[in-house]
């Protein structure tokens, strides 16, 4: 029935994804410019959604409650590894005002102490990095099939062909060379975090 929810609310684009999310084992998503929606607060996305000014109140309202009931898959019963990985930018970037920023990195810390759940980030630092092509999401599902997720301005791609999950992973393993190890993230998020109080 949530599954149904979810569905209903997303857009049609984003429909296929969702299915999928919901029965993975595994989610691996890199995101270069935003929170990832799995870990954002209903006020950050409420901002992320209305900022462009490219939505109608009501379509906004209806993806907010999408992405948020879309959570639930961090803490189902047996809920996947999910490990999220944000290039140093989308920590520093203000969406909403400074209350949301605030809200948003204290929900961060928390989801992050969940056992399965792994956020890193990219440092500033490491310059130019395959993740800066764009967002993308890879999911195993309970078959250990891959498939995977890219947004772009107008919808979402999911793919299982071969060729493009080969690419994407390679573009992960180049990623997790480039990211701070767990604690290092923490403790970055936990800094970043303090600028925005």
Known sequence: MLTL?????????????ISVEAEA???????PSLIPGLLQTEAYARAVLTGGGMLREAEVEQRVTSRLAR???????APPE?????????????IGDRKVMAEQFAHLLEVGELPQVDIHVVPAEAGM???????FILARTTDGAEVAHLDNQ???QVTNRSEDVDSLQR????LRGKVLPRRASRELLAEVAESWT
Do not use: M, N, Y
Request: aromatic share 12%; charged share 30%; no cysteine.
């Open 5 to 17: 929810v979810r569905a209903d609310a997303a857009p049609p684009w984003l429909r296929e994804w």
């Open 25 to 31: 084992t595994l989610i691996r998503w890199f995101e």
């Open 71 to 77: 959570q639930a898959v961090l803490t189902r019963e």
């Open 82 to 94: 999910v490990v999220f990985v944000v290039d140093e930018a989308v920590l520093r970037r203000q």
């Open 129 to 135: 990095h395959p993740g800066l092509a764009g967002p």
């Open 154 to 156: 107008l919808r979402a």
């Open 171 to 174: 573009a992960w393993e180049r």
